[in-house]
Nanobody, 122 residues
Framework: QVQLVESGGGSVQAGGSLRLSCAASVDNTFYMGWFRQAPGKQREGVAAISTGGTTYYAGSVKGRFTISQDNAKNTLYLQMNSLKPQDAAIYYC??????????????????WGQGTQVTVSS
């Protein structure tokens, strides 16, 4: 039974930082990603990390967000700096053991956390 539990969301002012964590009951053979969904919008890929440690980012967050994982703790992180109001959304952790789809493709991921809210005020 795969379980993903996010934490670390909250409210910050624009320019602030947050670090999201995802406690994952998966091993490092899984491809891990962070997605977000704002009200009225589709869920979108934010960042992902492959089993080999290669990282991928959406253009809108590149240079501001950093995805990382601690395999010893089975924890995935998303460090978010220089937050903007448009970053506000529910952030989801996701895991995949599939191949053949892009890292930002929601359909690639079989397992999802419950989400954590990020609010950014201007």
């Amino acid at each position: 039974q795969v379980q993903l539990v996010e934490s670390g969301g909250g409210s910050v002012q624009a320019g602030g930082s947050l670090r999201l964590s995802c406690a994952a009951s998966v091993d490092n053979t899984f491809y891990m990603g962070w997605f977000r969904q704002a009200p009225g919008k589709q869920r979108e890929g934010v960042a992902a990390i492959s089993t080999g440690g290669t990282t991928y980012y959406a253009g809108s967050v590149k240079g501001r967000f950093t995805i990382s994982q601690d395999n010893a703790k089975n924890t995935l992180y998303l460090q978010m700096n220089s937050l903007k109001p448009q970053d506000a959304a529910i952030y989801y952790c996701a895991a995949s053991n599939r191949f053949g789809r892009s890292w930002y493709d929601v359909a690639r991921y079989d397992y999802w956390g419950q989400g954590t809210q990020v609010t950014v005020s201007s």
